[in-house]
């Protein structure tokens, strides 16, 4: 079974400084790791995701995720956070076996608040 | 570009009634999802589909049904609704070759 876990709820950050939302996976075989946005009354959004290659994969927004297989993590960053960062973010796997419907497993969400 | 286009955004239901929630693709993905995403909680996966003609349960599967006639279309059934069916309700949908989901933007439903 495929699992994820975002261990903080909320991220309080100030604007202009570094952010990094946490997330670490549970799959079997080499995992498809992705990040998802969600704004208020609003669908999640795609961030980016990591396949196979460079561990640190580049998105949406100036977001980026570094991949660390030996720690099995995939953790958000983004180097000058914006107010306007302000959203629930979610992580999510599957695992890389062709077929099984490419089912994508959420982590709870964390809660980025960015302040002024 | 619609995308993935949901309907209703917003429903109140009795408990016991039944209702079905409209889910409509125009980017001729195979994959087609519905999760309900509840507080805390994250989204789970309540049913799939590869393909027309062909669906699976996800983790959360009962109290629901679900179609897929056509290759745009996953529509969601609830029958008896029930006060823990209150949430929101993404569809989503994917190709296989990009890995990554489209979500509409939401079904909220409340059963009292």
């Known amino acids: 079974a495929q699992s994820v876990a975002q261990p903080e709820d909320q991220v309080n950050v100030a604007e202009g400084n570094p952010l990094t939302v946490k997330c670490t996976y549970s799959v079997s075989g080499n995992p498809y790791l992705f990040w998802y946005v969600q704004y208020p009354n609003r669908g999640l959004q795609f961030l980016l995701k990591?396949?196979?290659?460079?561990?640190l994969v580049k998105g949406s927004y100036g977001f980026e995720a570094e991949f660390n297989k030996s720690q099995t993590s995939f953790h958000l960053k983004k180097p000058s956070a914006l107010v306007s960062d302000s959203a629930l973010y979610f992580c999510a796997v599957r695992d890389g076996v062709t077929g099984g419907g490419n089912k994508l497993t959420f982590g709870t969400g964390t809660q980025l608040k960015v302040e002024l | 570009n619609a995308g993935v286009t949901q309907t209703p955004k917003f429903r109140i239901l009795k408990i016991g009634q039944s209702m079905t929630l409209q889910c409509a693709q125009d980017m001729n993905h195979n994959y087609m999802y519905w999760y309900r995403q509840d507080p805390g909680m994250g989204l789970k996966l309540i049913y799939y589909s590869v393909g027309a003609g062909i669906t699976d349960k996800g983790e959360v599967p009962n109290g629901y049904n679900v179609s897929r006639s056509t290759t745009e279309d996953f529509p969601l059934r609830l029958e008896l609704a029930a006060p823990s069916q209150t949430s929101v309700y993404f569809c989503a949908s994917s190709s296989l070759g990009h890995g990554g989901y489209t979500f509409g933007s939401g079904t909220r439903l409340t059963v009292v």
């Open positions: 990591y396949i196979t290659g460079d561990n």
